[in-house]
């Protein structure tokens, strides 16, 4: 595996900003979903910049356990950016006012039946740790930029949906996935993971959406 060097805070902010800029986000809305919203915050640290994650608590009803970002469900007519902020401050301890929105990712759906926009964010001056909100978050943790741009560390494996529950698949079929997402030859879909950390593995959502970031801002 490569080692990519740490870029500098400001250009991983400018780059991403830009990035994001390019293009419109797509939207997404399914009938009968609810709306959610996460934070994938790029945070300022002395060895290069990071970006902020949380290990979801076992006894959630919903992905337990799972790598994520901060976020969740929004309230009736929320913005997503509000609704990112309010989460992230919920469950991790980030304050609203140090955070800079940068934009938004392509919106995804969740097998919990709900429509997830990721926000992108950069902080300046981010907290020197963060504090898990009981019941909610395991653990709130950060991987380097620098580190997920290495691309030994990504990997996708092409996954057959008929292998779902009855009750997942009748979820899936109302939202079906974007066409750079399946396998024409196969019709399975494409799932990525970043193996940053072996103890911490991004997968599933979180993992498409930090692939969509990282190839929009940097080419990855």
């Given at each position: 595996m490569?080692?990519?060097?740490?870029l500098?805070?400001?250009?991983?902010?400018?780059?991403?900003?830009a990035?994001l800029?390019?293009r419109?986000?797509?939207?997404l809305?399914?009938?009968?979903?609810?709306?959610?919203?996460?934070l994938?915050a790029?945070?300022?640290?002395?060895?290069g910049?990071t970006?902020?994650?949380t290990?979801r608590?076992?006894?959630l009803?919903?992905?337990?356990g799972?790598?994520?970002?901060?976020?969740?469900?929004?309230m009736?007519?929320?913005e997503?950016?509000?609704?990112?902020?309010?989460?992230?401050l919920?469950?991790v301890?980030?304050?609203?006012?140090?955070?800079?929105?940068?934009?938004?990712l392509d919106d995804?759906f969740?097998i919990?039946?709900?429509?997830?926009?990721?926000?992108?964010?950069?902080?300046?001056s981010?907290?020197?740790?963060?504090?898990a909100a009981?019941g909610?978050?395991?653990?709130?943790?950060?991987l380097p930029?620098?580190?997920?741009l290495?691309?030994g560390?990504?990997r996708?494996?092409l996954?057959?949906?008929?292998?779902?529950?009855?009750?997942i698949?009748?979820?899936v079929?109302?939202a079906?996935?974007?066409?750079?997402?399946?396998?024409?030859?196969t019709?399975?879909?494409?799932?990525?993971?970043?193996?940053?950390?072996?103890?911490?593995v991004?997968?599933?959502?979180?993992a498409?959406?930090?692939?969509?970031?990282l190839?929009r801002a940097?080419?990855r």
């Open positions: 490569g080692r990519v060097a740490a500098p805070f400001s250009e991983a902010v400018a780059r991403a900003r990035g800029a390019a419109p986000p797509r939207a809305r399914v009938p009968g979903f609810r709306r959610a919203a996460v994938l790029i945070l300022d640290r002395q060895g910049p970006l902020l994650f290990r608590a076992t006894a009803p919903h992905h337990a799972e790598i994520s970002f901060p976020g969740g469900g929004l009736p007519e929320e997503p950016e509000a609704g990112a902020l309010r989460e992230a919920e469950e301890g980030l304050p609203p006012p140090g955070v800079d929105i940068l934009g938004r995804l969740s919990a039946r709900f429509t997830v926009t990721p926000v992108v964010a950069a902080v300046a981010p907290p020197g740790t963060f504090t009981p909610e978050v395991e653990e709130a943790f950060e930029l620098a580190r997920l290495d691309p560390l990504r996708s494996a996954w057959d949906p008929a292998r779902l529950p009855p009750e698949a009748a979820v079929r109302e079906p996935l974007p066409l750079e997402d399946v396998d024409p030859a019709g399975h879909w494409r799932v990525w993971s970043f193996h940053a950390d072996p103890a911490r991004v997968w599933g959502l979180s498409r959406m930090l692939a969509e970031l190839e940097y080419g």
